[in-house]
């Protein structure tokens, strides 16, 4: 079975190839969907978090539940404080990743798709086969964060600044997939790639 790392920063598009990627057939581990349920309801990570960040959480329905604004707005005004979420999620994600591999190996799957924005910055990229990288030109990127998270251009620059460079991703990256035309434009490097994944 072969892996096939997806990464990219933020406003990139890379949730929209993935998806192209999981229509085609081929199995996809979302780190960022994995994130969300351990810090869902009942989720593994949220009573270590509330420990490191005791106002992020709340009992709701005999459930704790994490406020993620609340955890957002600490982690503002505490940077230092990431490392240490970081600490308590990556080992989670890492496990639930190795699960997801293992089922795949058990299936029988020829390739496999692990969709990790900082696939890069925590080394998972040495367990990949080729890595493919989503980029966009800066200003549609700042449009589509701001558009989603109704941020002002100050704060969308500010976030991408907290990420490594699109420049450097794509040093790296053995494959690179551009978003910033049309939708068609990148349904069909997307059917290309996999064409060639399947030669």
């Given at each position: 079975?072969?892996?096939?790392?997806?990464?990219?920063?933020?406003?990139?598009?890379?949730?929209?190839?993935?998806?192209?990627?999981?229509?085609?057939?081929?199995?996809?581990?979302?780190?960022?969907?994995?994130?969300?349920?351990?810090?869902?309801?009942?989720g593994?990570?949220?009573?270590?978090i509330g420990?490191?960040?005791?106002?992020?959480?709340?009992?709701?329905?005999?459930?704790?539940?994490?406020?993620?604004?609340?955890?957002?707005?600490?982690?503002?005004?505490?940077?230092?404080?990431?490392?240490?979420?970081?600490?308590?999620?990556?080992?989670?994600?890492?496990?639930?990743?190795?699960?997801?591999?293992?089922?795949?190996?058990?299936?029988?799957?020829?390739?496999?798709?692990?969709?990790v924005?900082?696939?890069?910055?925590?080394?998972?990229?040495?367990?990949?086969?080729?890595?493919?990288?989503?980029?966009?030109?800066?200003?549609?990127?700042?449009?589509?964060?701001?558009?989603?998270?109704?941020?002002?251009?100050?704060?969308?620059?500010?976030?991408?600044?907290?990420?490594?460079?699109?420049?450097?991703?794509?040093?790296?990256?053995?494959?690179?997939?551009?978003?910033?035309?049309?939708?068609?434009?990148?349904?069909?490097?997307?059917?290309?790639?996999?064409?060639?994944?399947?030669?």
């Amino acid at each position: 079975m072969k892996i096939l790392g997806l990464t990219g920063g933020m406003g990139m598009g890379k949730s929209t190839v993935a998806r192209m990627f999981r229509e085609a057939g081929l199995p996809v581990f979302d780190s960022d969907a994995t994130v969300h349920r351990l810090q869902g309801p009942g989720g593994a990570a949220v009573e270590s978090i509330g420990k490191l960040v005791p106002d992020a959480l709340h009992l709701s329905g005999g459930q704790s539940t994490l406020d993620r604004g609340a955890l957002r707005k600490a982690v503002v005004a505490d940077p230092a404080l990431m490392r240490e979420l970081e600490k308590i999620v990556h080992p989670l994600v890492f496990a639930a990743r190795d699960r997801f591999l293992k089922r795949c190996r058990r299936r029988g799957c020829d390739w496999v798709v692990l969709d990790v924005p900082l696939l890069f910055e925590t080394g998972g990229d040495k367990r990949c086969d080729k890595v493919v990288v989503v980029s966009a030109p800066r200003r549609t990127q700042i449009k589509r964060i701001a558009r989603r998270r109704s941020l002002n251009a100050v704060e969308t620059q500010r976030l991408i600044a907290r990420q490594m460079s699109d420049r450097e991703k794509r040093r790296r990256a053995d494959v690179v997939i551009r978003t910033g035309l049309s939708f068609a434009d990148t349904r069909k490097q997307v059917k290309a790639l996999i064409r060639e994944l399947r030669s």
